[in-house]
């Protein structure tokens, strides 16, 4: 039997094979193209809610996940002003918006918008700090002094030059000795008296005061003498110079007893010992009553050594002064001391009879006057000292000098300046004000309350120890005084290596506008020195000091 092939149908073979040849062509490992997925992220900005006070500056603090720099845009700029960087500034107390953007990023990151609260609080003072100078410079009633001695009536007065060139060093002090040698047996002539008055007028028109003294006698030996005058002369020499002193006080920082002795210095006398070579302190304390008489109740009399005050009144170490008896018109508050063997040996050569006599001047000094000279070099005079004595730096400060002679004794000067430490002393006998931070009402408006609040301390070694007004002074921009008002604190108390804080409020003058400067004043209360700037306190900061006026800038503001 032959079997016969069934004919093939080619067209429906071609068609199903074509329909099994893209399977075929995956099984063989050629893939075809597919689409990718998504992989755009959504972008996402962080920052939170914002309270600034008006005038500061803080940072929004904003983050985002994009790679886009977010950018920042404030609704209102009159409210809270922001940067590129996201810092918002309180311009006015208020609300307002910012909103922050970050853009998209093609094919990475979406678009991305936040908006956040800005909150601006009134602001009610500014704070200003200050900064300190270490610049040595000349300030009224302290520092060192020159020696300026008179012997003869010459008429004349101290040397123009010669006392500007000690204000360019820093100094403001004269020691005026007068010597009465030719008068020990007569009344002083008129010829010496107006070369007195010649001396102190000069004084005045070159912003320099003096520490008084008068007497008989250049030396201490036998040829010198007479070393002092009776005490019917020297009480009528004092009624002499009276209207002198009153006159001319204003330019008198302090006047030391005087008259007793070698230099006036109360130790070689020939008419104030007893017998036994004691001084006779009944004819000792009518001399100083004369003085407390002669010499306004605004200045005080410097007595050689502490147990001569403690002697005459009765006084000892637990009668010392206190803060409320201090700067009154009594003997007590009056009598100062000046030691003239400083450092120069254990009691300095006789200055202190015991470790009490010490312990009094150091109390006292707080309130009233300290100064004088050294009078050998010793151990005792080392700027820094030891478990066995003070140094001069510490010394200073215990015994709150205001003043000291620059020319003697040279040796001991030249071994502060060798030692290092004669410009600190420098610039610490008495006072040294220095301004630290200062509180103002921030918008300030003609005719409302503005407060004034500020602190400073005291680098010095003393306090101000005769009487300064204090005042705050409001300029206008042409330099134009608009308001001067008197502080509530007496600079006699801002106390060495204490803090002071002054704090008032005052009424703007109504009607002013534009630029305003407010300074610290603190010129002399004396009529004829309270307007000349050398006679006023300079503070011991930087940009602070007006020359041509006298007054310490406090602040500034508009209005």
Partial sequence: MVLKRKPVNRISSI???????????????????????????????????????????????ASTNSSETISYASADASIASVTSTGD???????????????????????????????????KEFETVSYKPTDENFANPERGFYQAGEVFTADGKGMSATSMKAARLQGRSLYLLQFFLTDFVTTDISEEYLQTI????????????????????????????????????????????VKPLIQEYYDVIMVVQAGFIGSWGEWYYTDNFKDAKGNLILSSCKDLVEALLDAVPADRQIELRTPGYKMSMYGYSLADTLTRAEAHQHTPKARLAGHNDCYLSSANDVGTFNNSNDRKYWAAETMYTIMGGESCALTNYCKCVGTDKYNGALKDLAIQ????????????VIARWREEGCLEEIKRRLGYRLVL??????????????????????????????????????????????????????????????????????????????????LYLNLPDPCETLHDNPMFSIRLANEDTWNEETGYNLLHTFTL
């Fill in 197 to 240: 008055r010649a001396r102190f007028e000069s004084l005045r028109s070159g912003g320099m005061k003096c520490i008084l003294r008068f007497s008989y006698s250049n030396g201490d030996s036998v040829n010198d003498k007479p070393w002092d005058a009776t005490p019917e002369i020297v009480h009528r020499h004092i009624e002499q």
């Fill in 436 to 517: 630290d931070e200062g509180t103002f009402t921030y918008k300030a408006e003609a005719g409302k309350s503005f407060k004034i609040e500020f602190s400073l301390h005291n680098e010095g070694f003393s306090p101000v120890q005769n009487p300064r007004d204090a005042e705050l002074v409001l300029a206008d921009a042409s330099g134009k005084v608009v308001g001067t008002w008197p502080i509530e604190s007496d600079p006699r108390f801002w106390m060495p290596g204490q803090k002071t804080t002054v704090s008032q409020t005052v009424t703007l003058p109504s009607g002013i506008s534009g630029s305003m400067s």
């Fill in 88 to 122: 918002v500034t309180g311009v006015k107390a208020g609300s307002t918006t910012i909103s922050l953007k970050v853009a998209a990023v093609k094919d990475k990151f979406t678009a991305a918008e936040k908006t956040i609260k800005v909150v601006v609080t009134a």
């Fill in 400 to 411: 709150h000098f205001t003043y000291l002679n620059l020319g003697y004794h040279q040796k």
């Fill in 15 to 61: 068609l199903l094979l074509s329909a099994f040849l893209p399977t075929l062509a995956n099984s063989c490992g050629t893939k075809e193209p597919q689409p990718e997925p998504d992989k755009t992220v959504t972008a996402v900005i962080t920052a939170g809610d914002v309270t600034v006070e008006e005038g500061q500056t803080v940072s929004i603090g």
